[in-house]
Each structure stands twice: as C-alpha cells, then as structure tokens.
C-alpha cells in the first residue's frame, strides 16, 4: 500500500513538472466555469412558463445541480481528445475527467431517487443513508481507478465462481445482473413519476382520468423493465409461463381479495364516482378523499383521523358522495315553541338568523317550516345550505342553533316543554290494607312451633 501511494505522488509530482501544466488548468478552469453558464442558460430556456400547456413544461430549476457536472465532464472529455489529437500534454484532465465523472454520476443518482421516493413525504433516513453508502462505492470506485486497481478487481470479480444449482455463476455476472435490474427499474420508476407529474398538471383530463393513466403507465414501464433486465442477465422468459400460471392460483385462492382491491381502484378511477377531494360516506366512515390508490383509499375524516380503506368495500356498498355533482349540502335543526299567534314574523326571523352564520349559503337561502302543529307546541324546522361539507356539519349546526336561541331570547319567545306531574294519594283504606298484610307477612314468617313434650 505504501508503495502505491508513493507512485502517486511520484506522477503527481511528474505532472506538474511536466510541460503544459498550465494549458491544462487554464483549460480546466475554462470548462468548469462554461459549464456553470451553460447550466444557468439551459435553466432558463427551459424551465417553466406560463406560455407552453403544462403537460409540455419542462421544469429544470432542481436539475441544474445535476446538469453543471454532467456539462463540465462532457467539455473536458472534448478538450482531453482535441489535445490528445494535436499530441498536447494530458495528465491533469486525464486525472479530472473521471473524478468530474463521479460527481456527475452522484448527483444524477441522488437527484433520479429524489423524484422517486421523497417528492411528497421528504428526505427519509434510509434514502438518506443508501446515498451515502452510495456515494461511498462510487469514491471506492474512483480510487480503484486511479490506483490502477481496476482491471485486477475486475479479474479477482471474474475468477470467483458461486455454485447455483447446477451452475456456476461468477461474482461478477451476479454483480452486473443486480445493477442491471436496479437501473433498468430505478429508470422505470424515473420515467413514470415524470409521466404522473406532467398529466397532474393537464387541467383538461378529470383527475380520476390522470390518475388511472399514470398508475397504468407506471405499471408498464415496471413490467417492460422486468422483462428487459431478466433479458440483459441472460434469463430465458418463457419460465415466466410457469410463473404465470403459480400467480393466477395465488391469485385464484389467497390473493383473491387483494386482486378484488386492484381491479376496484382502476374501477373507481375509471369511472370517476370519486375523486380527490370529494366528501364521501361508506359503511361507518365518512370524511375528505385524500388519496386513491390501486388498492386502498384514503379517507381523512373531520377529526383529521386517516382511515385506510380497501377499494372494495366501495364497490360491495353503498356510498353517500356530498361532491358528485355539486358539493352543496342542506342541514336542518328542530324547535319547538309554545302556541303563538304570529307564527309567519317567526319563521322569517329564523330564516334571517341563519343567513348571519358565515357558512350558510346566500344563493339558496334557508327555509323555516311549519312541520306540526303536536300537543306540547308548535313544531318548527329550520333547513340552511352549506357549500363546504369538507369543513364539517357540527361546527355550522352549532352556530345556527345559537343564533337561533339569540331571537328566541331577543323576541321573548318561550320554548315548549313536556310537563310532566306526579302526585301522591294516601288514604285511610290504602293505609289499613297495607298493615293488614304487613301483619300477615309477619306472621308467615313466624317459625311454627311443634307439640311440646311431656314430662315424666
């Protein structure tokens, strides 16, 4: 080990001496800099307008971070073989070139996994550690490289053979075969995250319609990728018919609700009775649709509670949706008021209480009406409009019956009540049954006393 070190300080040390140092600092220097201007440039060609439709936006405001090193490396890459061509000098960018590489190679990575898994949820603490674990091999890799340690791993890679069943694979196929499937994914789930995130911005298409189109998407460039790496490891795909055939009896026996679930979620979404922000009610559970997913949806109730719900359970019951066609919704509160002669002047003074509330709707105004006419008073009901179920039902009802009691209160009128009286009654016959038969009680319960004996 020592005595790597000291060949690389050696060529180091030869590097700078030798002619052309400066040339190539300068030209180094020059690449980094026009890289940094061409980023900045391409930036705001490219990045988002209000003049373009929003599912032709290319956005590059995050990928310049990326996109500065990937330009700097292609600039020295031209610069290394113009002076290799006119025999000028190269060590320094030759030492550069894959050290810019690497960097370029780091960012792309972070930033593709970025788009992926932490668009909405954030930077997590495994994608945080795998990036690192990442970055680290690929620094190992770059040392390799520059020590010269490369082609040897390469061969020791080779040279290692693992029995597999009745093969003998290489460490090194099994290395290639993974990092073929990881790409070959990781680029799938790239591409179908930018495909969802361009059809959410078409105001066009319902958003059921989006959002089934980019879950189909996804799923197929998933299975195009699967395909295309067990190709690249070299395994033959007609083994898949078996795998096939396992899949449909999993499906057929213990799958069969999960499958229900898949099959419901692009059954909704097709559809379109629900979407993102309707106020539904299914079975127990009523609140805001957060999320809709192939198999679950997500329903946020007005306690802020989430409630995971199979898709399922919106096909085999019946669902009460307050969004399908309009999102207004009619409440109604009950009083009952002592008999009056005037009842018209106190309909209309309900009706005014219930528009002071801020969420009653103005464009169909409340109704007071006359339900019945019943024995302890007049039955009245007031039934008012709400055009943001979303925000709760309690919270209004609880402001238009207090605005409600404010005129009964202002107007003196008095509520009805069920009056209910008790009345004792004593008299001299109730009296002497009841201590004729406490007596005889008493009596029963005396012990029966037997014959006495005789004496003698």
Known sequence: ???????????????????????????????????????????????????????????????????????????????????????????????????????????????????????????????????????????????????????????????????????????????????????TLVIALWAGATIEERLMRVNTMHSSIRTVVARMARAFLILIAILLSLSLVGIDLTVLSVFGGALGVALGLGLQKIASSYVSGFVILLERSLAIGDMVGVSTFYGKVVQINSRYTVLQGLDGIDTVIPNEIFMINSVQNYSLTNRILRLATQVTIVYQDDVESILTMLEQAALEVERVSHEVLPQALLMKIGPDGLELELGFWITDPENGRLNVLSDVNRAIWRVLQTQQIKVAHVKREIKVYEDELYKSNFHSDTQQDLQLDRPVEGPKPKNG
């Not at 020590?147 to 040897?152: N, R, S, V």
Request: net charge positive; aromatic share 10%; proline share 5%.
């Open 1 to 183: 080990m020592p005595d790597i070190f000291t060949d690389l300080l050696n060529d180091l040390l030869t590097n700078l001496a030798a002619p052309g140092l400066a040339l190539q600092v300068g030209l180094l220097l020059l690449c980094i800099g026009l890289g940094w201007v061409l980023a900045r440039l391409l930036r705001r060609t490219f990045t988002l307008s209000a003049v373009q439709p929003p599912a032709m936006q290319i956005g590059l405001g995050s990928f310049v971070k990326v996109l500065t090193p990937i330009l700097t490396f292609l600039l020295l890459l031209m610069v290394k073989l113009a002076l290799q061509k006119w025999h000028q000098p190269v060590n320094i960018l030759r030492l550069m070139v894959p050290l810019v590489a690497s960097l370029a190679l780091m960012r792309f990575v972070f930033y593709v996994l970025r788009r992926i898994f932490a668009r909405n949820s954030g930077v997590g603490t495994f994608l945080l550690l795998f990036e690192k674990s990442f970055g680290a091999l690929v620094w190992i890799g770059l040392l390799l490289y520059i020590t010269g340690w490369w082609p040897d791993l390469f061969d020791y890679l080779d040279s290692t053979v693992l029995p597999i069943g009745r093969y003998k694979v290489s460490l090194l196929a099994i290395i290639q075969a993974l990092v073929s499937v990881l790409v």
